[in-house]
């Protein structure tokens, strides 16, 4: 991957790496911080394969898996109590984060619903429900990522599906 | 139901980072990514050239022309006659396949380059080229036949009648284009007939040779190659000796 191949793939994925990251570690922040690490140490990745020759099957996988393991270490370091706030109030935050006024966006009542059971998920949980239909990966991509098996990983996307589902003001 | 919800979770696609921190830490990671040194390219291994085209094309022309150069020349050599650019390259292989050929196929392969000397000769006549190549290769035919005799009891019996009738069919065209030589290239062509004479003469000590120590009845092919000789000793065969004296 050249430094222009590298770019494109940058402008590609930063914004859904951002939002995985941010729906994990509800910090904008912190998502940004991570996000920009991630990407870095994706392009030190590439170049030790590189060195050993190796050869790297989806990117993509790769990136989202470097991140995963960045926000797992950033929970590592401080308690999930100290980095996550209420949900409520990780919401009005969303909504005065300069990141989304300057979209100028608004997340409706829906998205807060979501958001706010998505983050009383397990980690698993999220990432599938993440990867899947925010960030459109096939079973076989996730399981590139998790390094399970795929028919593991549909199964788990049926169990995180129901557990959201659950967890939704609507349907207690 | 599961539709809405689906529906409610990518309405999450909204979350998005600011175009003024995605341009910055497109900068930030195109900075590190300089000072970390780590140059122009990731995949930079040994092989990686491979998979750009252009090179890949490259150096499959220079790998081509290293193969197949040699072989294009010494095919490309086959045609040329003396005095040509690549007849020393003609002359060059002739001259390996000789050196690393068995002796079994030594005497064979004599007769064949003096075939293709003959060739030559009728070339450079036809074409009025000067005497002195036109002998020097006369001369030659005659050093390829006195050296296929020297190896001619080495022949095996399923090639002898093929070597044998190579020969004298060499002897047999030695008469074309006569007119146009030299008295000197016609007397070269006198001792090519002669050394025809003489690897036939081998090739009949090698049959008896073979007969006595087998003590048995000469072979099928032995048999046709005395027939062939005999045929030859009675004169049914008009020799250049013949046609240069006028009989």
């Known amino acids: 991957m050249k430094k222009r191949h590298f770019v494109k793939f940058y402008n590609q994925n930063a914004p859904r790496i951002y939002r995985f990251v941010y729906l994990k570690v509800n910090s904008p922040q912190d998502s940004e911080d991570l996000t920009s690490d991630a990407f870095f140490r994706f392009w030190q990745d590439l170049s030790n394969k590189k060195g050993k020759k190796e050869k790297i099957d989806n990117p993509r996988a790769l990136l989202y898996k470097i991140a995963n393991n960045l926000v797992i270490d950033f929970y590592r370091k401080k308690s999930r109590t100290e980095i996550s706030i209420d949900p409520n109030d990780a919401l009005l935050a969303k909504i005065e984060d300069k990141t989304n006024l300057n979209e100028g966006l608004s997340l409706d009542s829906d998205m807060i619903e979501v958001k706010k059971a998505l983050s009383q998920l397990k980690d698993d949980y999220q990432n599938i429900i993440i990867w899947h239909y925010l960030d459109d990966f096939s079973a076989k991509e996730i399981s590139q990522i998790l390094g399970k098996p795929e028919g593991s990983i549909r199964v788990l996307i049926h169990r995180a599906l129901k557990a959201l589902k659950k967890d939704m003001p609507l349907d207690k | ?247």
Not at chain 2, 117 to 127: A, D, G, H, V, Y
Not at chain 2, 150 to 162: C, L, P, Q, T, W
Not at chain 2, 195 to 205: D, G, P, S, T, Y
Request: aromatic share 4%; hydrophobic share 35%; charged share 30%.
């Open chain 2, 1 to 247: 139901m599961e539709k809405d919800l689906i529906k409610k979770i990518k309405g999450l696609k909204q979350i998005k980072p600011s175009s003024e921190w995605m341009n910055s830490t497109r900068h930030n990671l195109m900075t590190q990514i300089k000072i970390d040194g780590n140059a122009d390219t990731i995949e930079v291994g040994f092989f990686q050239w491979i998979r750009q085209p252009q090179s890949f094309a490259l150096a499959s022309c220079l790998l081509l022309m290293l193969l197949c150069g040699p072989w294009l020349a010494v095919k490309a050599s086959e045609a040329s006659l003396p005095g040509d650019l690549l007849y020393s390259v003609k002359k060059a292989t002739e001259g390996l396949q000789i050196t690393v050929t068995s002796e079994d196929s030594k005497s064979e392969l004599n007769v064949e380059f003096a075939g293709r000397r003959l060739e030559e000769l009728n070339k450079m006549s036809e074409n009025e080229q000067d005497n002195d190549k036109i002998n020097k290769v006369a001369s030659e035919i005659k050093n390829n036949l006195e050296e296929a005799s020297i190896y001619a009891d080495k022949i095996s019996g399923e090639n002898m009648i093929a070597v044998v009738k190579k020969a004298n069919k060499i002897k047999d065209e030695l008469g074309e284009n006569k007119e146009n030589m030299s008295s000197e290239a016609q007397i070269e062509l006198i001792e090519v007939e002669n050394a025809v004479n003489e690897f036939n003469r081998q090739i009949l000590a090698t049959i008896i040779k073979n007969q006595e120590s087998e003590e048995g009845a000469a072979t099928t092919t032995d048999q046709e190659i005395l027939i062939f000789l005999e045929e030859l000793e009675d004169g049914s065969v008009t020799t250049t000796e013949k046609i240069i004296n006028g009989e």
